[in-house]
């Protein structure tokens, strides 16, 4: 039947590569998202045009040209970074940047861009009368944004949060071109070692598909959680 | 011509990096880009017409396996189906011998099918979303007027929903463009293979990759004000009235 020559082990540890790959960036384009979309919503002018500026560059750019750009050029920016700190101050350092963590920041950073927009919406959704309500209770901003205004954002967020990490997790494929070792890299070395491409791409495939349905479900499931006494209406 | 090449020439002489040459890489760089995208965008939607109709039948035979064509080929990163297609291709029994090897062996071609694949099955998923979206009364109006399913499926479902699907095909336009990048890494000299080049060629990553980002920039600006353009000449009923 299915036989791996020996690579089983080694397209495991891709697999695991790929899936936490994946999940640092999203934790990571989280954030980011939450802090680009209270920039957008914010009355600072600088706060919001430096959002914007992140969110249209970042979406107009192929993401492997933005990887290629990150891991090559970030590793002179650091060298730069250090030599300065070594004219200017004495301490020698040296920082090699890990294939690993620049995948991790790249992607997060692009998807923090996407993140930040569907996050806006979903804030934009709220009811103010919510807001106004939890500031009535006598609850503070940091309050009002954990109780009232997070969890009511979630609801809308969703769809669009699971169909960004639909589209994040088959973005983790492209790091296997800046050097590191995801699944799709050990597959495509195992193909053209063996010359059977048929054979290790189609696992790899079979493994992304069941990581998307599995997640699929997952979602499925959150949406209903956070749907609770919203649904019935209509 | 000769007198703007000239001017171009001197305003790059102090230019170590984009002199005409690297220029001119990146130019043959943008003419593949643009070929790839344009030629797949076009097959892929010429595909995802009849796909997309075959996909809002009512009998499985016919529903189902495009289902698993576009669940498939949605589900998996590009990357993994255009390698799949451009190593497989070399292992397919004879084919080195007989008269496709010379068509096939450009990379240009595994690049251009796995794109149009890729692109057919999301356009798919879009035209069916438009087409199940059809309001009811429009199709028993039709009905009503005595026209056959075939008639109505022309003249009234697909018009509609061609329009209806105007923003969300503009985001695969644009979604094609960037995944376009890819082509670069089974060795086609596409934008970003012209790009890595001069980064190779100069270790100017800087350089290199912020001018190609620049230059996609536009491209995705120009697609996005074009969408724009048609989505108010076409969707002008949909708007609301001032």
Not at chain 1, 89 to 101: A, H, K, P, S, Y
Not at chain 2, 39 to 67: D, E, Q, T, V
Request: glycine letters at 8%; aromatic letters at 12%.
């Amino acid at each position: 039947m299915l036989d791996l020559q020996g690579y089983g082990p080694r397209l495991l540890e891709g697999a695991g590569v790929t899936l936490s790959l994946a999940v640092l960036s999203l934790v990571l384009s989280v954030v980011l998202g939450l802090v680009t979309a209270s920039a957008k919503m914010s009355r600072s002018v600088i706060a919001h045009r430096l959002a914007t500026l992140y969110t249209t560059l970042i979406r107009g750019v192929p993401d492997l040209v933005l990887m290629l750009l990150l891991f090559f050029g970030g590793q002179i920016g650091v060298n730069a970074l250090t030599d300065w700190l070594d004219d200017a101050t004495g301490v020698d350092i040296f920082i090699n940047i890990n294939e690993f963590i620049a995948g991790v920041v790249t992607i997060g950073l692009i998807f923090g861009a996407y993140m930040g927009e569907t996050f806006r919406g979903a804030f934009m959704a709220v009811d103010h009368g919510q807001i106004e309500a939890g500031k009535a209770y006598g609850m503070n901003d940091r309050l009002v944004f954990w109780r009232i205004r997070f969890p009511q954002m979630m609801r809308h967020a969703l769809p669009g949060l699971s169909n960004n990490w639909m589209v994040l997790l088959k973005t983790t494929a492209l790091v296997s071109v800046i050097g590191l070792a995801d699944m799709v890299r050990i597959a495509s070395e195992a193909s053209k070692a063996t010359r059977e491409p048929f054979t290790f791409m189609l696992v790899v495939a079979v493994v992304y598909l069941l990581i998307a349905s599995v997640s699929e479900l997952a979602f499925a499931r959150l949406q209903k959680r956070y749907s609770i006494g919203y649904g019935e209406m209509d | 011509m000769q007198a703007l090449l000239d001017q171009l020439d001197a305003l790059l002489a102090n230019n170590s990096i984009f002199t005409l040459q690297t220029l001119s890489f990146y130019g043959d760089g943008l003419v593949t880009t643009v070929q790839l995208v344009f030629m797949s965008l076009i097959i892929g939607l010429i595909l995802a017409i009849p796909l997309a109709i075959g996909r809002s039948s009512k009998n499985g035979l016919i529903k189902w396996p495009i289902f698993l064509y576009t669940y498939v080929f949605r589900g998996t990163p590009l990357l993994v189906q255009l390698y799949l297609i451009y190593y497989g291709v070399v292992f397919v029994e004879g084919i080195q011998e007989s008269w496709l090897w010379p068509v096939v062996k450009d990379p240009f071609v595994p690049a251009l099918v796995a794109f149009t694949l890729n692109t057919a099955a999301y356009t798919t998923e879009i035209f069916r979303g438009a087409i199940k979206a059809t309001p009811k009364g429009e199709i028993e109006a039709a009905r009503a007027y005595g026209m056959s399913p075939a008639l109505t499926l022309r003249r009234i479902v697909l018009p509609s929903a061609f329009r209806r699907a105007l923003p969300a095909y503009g985001n695969e336009v644009i979604f094609m463009l960037h995944a376009s990048a890819i082509a670069s890494v089974v060795t086609l000299m596409d934008l970003t293979g012209a790009a890595r080049f001069v980064y190779a060629r100069f270790y100017a990553p800087f350089d290199a990759f912020l001018f190609v980002a620049a230059i996609y920039l536009c491209l995705t600006f120009s697609i996005l004000y074009l969408f724009r353009f048609l989505e108010k000449r076409l969707l002008a009923h949909l708007q609301p009235m001032t």
